[in-house]
């Protein structure tokens, strides 16, 4: 069974500064906006936007932080996998992410005791 998504521009009258709705259908699901749907369900729904409609950079921030550890493992491969036409950059603290990752970058922030 498949899935559905829409895009839709939340106010037509005034495009350039209207923000858009993400309106997605799970199988087995209603078709309802993104973000009511649980993290894990956002995060492999921004996955499938993805493979849809290629980007050559793509910021994600912290896109698996609801997945449990054999879930972050299969974003991981997926953003792997198209890591040859898109260039991800991806904030997390996941250690499964940062394993995967070709290039790792730490930032920090100092504080006392830390």
Same mark, same amino acid.
């Given at each position: %069974?498949? *899935? $559905? ?8 009258? /005034?495009? =350039?500064?209207? *923000? #858009? ?6 199988? +087995?699901?209603?078709?309802? $906006? %993104?973000?009511?749907? &649980? *993290? +894990?369900?956002?995060? !492999?729904?921004?996955?499938? #936007? =993805?493979?849809? $409609?290629? &980007?050559? !950079?793509?910021? =994600? /921030? ?20 198209? &890591?040859? /036409?898109?260039? !991800?950059? #991806? #904030? ?5 992410? %940062?394993?995967? &990752?070709?290039? =790792?970058?730490?930032?920090? %922030?100092?504080? $006392? *005791?830390?």
């Amino acid at each position: %069974m498949d *899935g $559905n998504a829409k895009i839709e521009i939340e106010d037509k009258k /005034d495009p =350039l500064n209207s *923000g #858009i709705a993400i309106k997605v259908e799970p199988p +087995g699901k209603k078709l309802q $906006n %993104m973000m009511l749907l &649980s *993290g +894990g369900e956002r995060a !492999f729904t921004a996955i499938a #936007i =993805l493979k849809l $409609n290629p &980007s050559p !950079f793509c910021v =994600l /921030d912290e896109i698996e932080a609801a997945l449990d550890d054999v879930n972050v493992a299969r974003v991981a491969r997926y953003l792997q996998n198209y &890591s040859e /036409d898109t260039q !991800f950059l #991806i #904030i997390t603290h996941r250690k499964g992410t %940062m394993e995967t &990752s070709k290039i =790792l970058y730490g930032v920090t %922030m100092e504080e $006392n *005791g830390v």
